[in-house]
């Protein structure tokens, strides 16, 4: 079996965006690498969603930008600007074109579909398949999305809503999330903060088709694309090993009190870059360890609180946008989220980290 310098396993957004970022920085003209995918097609199968806190190489894949976002419950709605830190949109689809399209031009990257065809003993392994315990009970952000094409204009596209609350909660935390394209076209998502283990809370059609026709008032139109997920919102267990970087979801890149994952990932695609060279003895990329003590309260309230939840993200959003939108992104100063924990409810989060 052939060896390479450089062995990545997944080929999706971590795995493709670590490879793209090493590529485009000529990282790879006298490295090999095998990149092990087992799909048979790249299709459009995700959309990634972001404020842009910082730079990435994927502004030509960005379907759609907003710089207004609204977030409401069934008595208060909040208008809110962004227009500093605008929120993206990028399409799978365009993304996996452009890496793919790209990566194919160097003759020393390989495409495997399988584990088996390559030798693992002398390459160094980037790895972005998580490892998940069966038994694992953590919080979970499940959901499914549907883009829409409507008869007529519908959509005002110049604000999108990040979260609406004014549905069935089911004793967990719900809410909708529409992105509109343009008049005619948005993709709405029905999302859960909740464990896995809830069957009842996955009837993802029904609870599309109710608050399209209901809630949004749209009786004609037809569904373009679906997408369905489930991000781990729990640290993933993880094993140090001799020459191997774990990358993505894998490498700990989401965010755990939102999900968020694709900015972090290219962060982290830079840092290996820089440190290529060097890769068996660099140290470790993390998240800072404020956000995962952060993050660990907040999804105790969750947990312990869930009818609470609407509320109290409303009422972090009464801080100024730009501190909110850092804080969630992991870019935030302390005066900033100093600013994010005043706008809580302190005898809910008093109370949880005190037990």
């Not at 390479?4 to 971590?14: E, N, S």
């Not at 774990?246 to 870059?273: C, E, P, V, W």
Request: hydrophobic letters at 35%; proline letters at 3%.
């Amino acid at each position: 079996m052939k060896e390479f310098d450089y062995t990545i396993l997944g080929g999706g957004c971590a795995g493709l965006s670590l490879a793209y970022e090493l590529e485009i920085h000529n990282k790879l003209k006298e490295k090999t690498l095998a990149i092990i995918e087992p799909r048979l097609e790249y299709r459009k199968d995700k959309t990634w969603s972001f404020w842009k806190t910082t730079k990435h190489n994927f502004d030509d894949c960005v379907k759609k930008s907003w710089k207004n976002f609204t977030i409401n419950t069934s008595t208060k709605t909040k208008f809110i600007k962004c227009t500093k830190l605008p929120y993206q949109s990028v399409e799978s689809g365009l993304f996996y074109k452009k890496t793919i399209t790209t990566l194919k031009k160097n003759k020393n990257i390989f495409f495997y579909k399988n584990i088996s065809d390559v030798s693992l003993n002398n390459t160094f392994i980037f790895n972005s398949v998580p490892s998940l315990d069966p038994k694992e009970d953590g919080v979970w952000q499940h959901f499914m999305g549907i883009e829409i094409e409507t008869t007529k204009n519908t959509f005002d596209d110049e604000i999108m809503n990040l979260m609406d609350f004014d549905c069935e909660q089911r004793d967990s935390v719900h809410f909708f999330y529409t992105l509109p394209y343009n008049k005619k076209t948005a993709l709405i998502e029905t999302t859960w903060l909740s464990k896995m283990n809830d069957n009842s809370l996955m009837d993802y059609e029904n609870q599309l088709k109710n608050y399209i026709e209901n809630n949004l008032n749209i009786k004609n139109y037809k569904i373009n694309h679906t997408e369905q997920g489930a991000i781990p919102l729990f640290k993933l267990s993880s094993v140090n090993k001799k020459n191997r970087i774990n990358i993505g979801t894998a490498g700990g890149m989401t965010r755990l009190s939102t999900g968020y994952t694709f900015l972090n990932i290219q962060d982290h695609s830079k840092f290996i870059r820089k440190n290529i060279e060097n890769i068996h003895n660099v140290k470790k990329y993390e998240i800072k360890k404020k956000y995962h003590f952060l993050d660990k309260i907040f999804l105790k309230v969750l947990k312990s609180h869930p009818k609470n939840m609407p509320d109290i993200f409303l009422k972090m959003f009464n801080s100024p946008p730009e501190n909110v939108i850092k804080f969630l992104s992991n870019k935030s100063n302390f005066f900033q989220d100093l600013s994010i924990i005043l706008s809580m409810p302190k005898f809910i989060f008093l109370k949880v980290l005190l037990k």
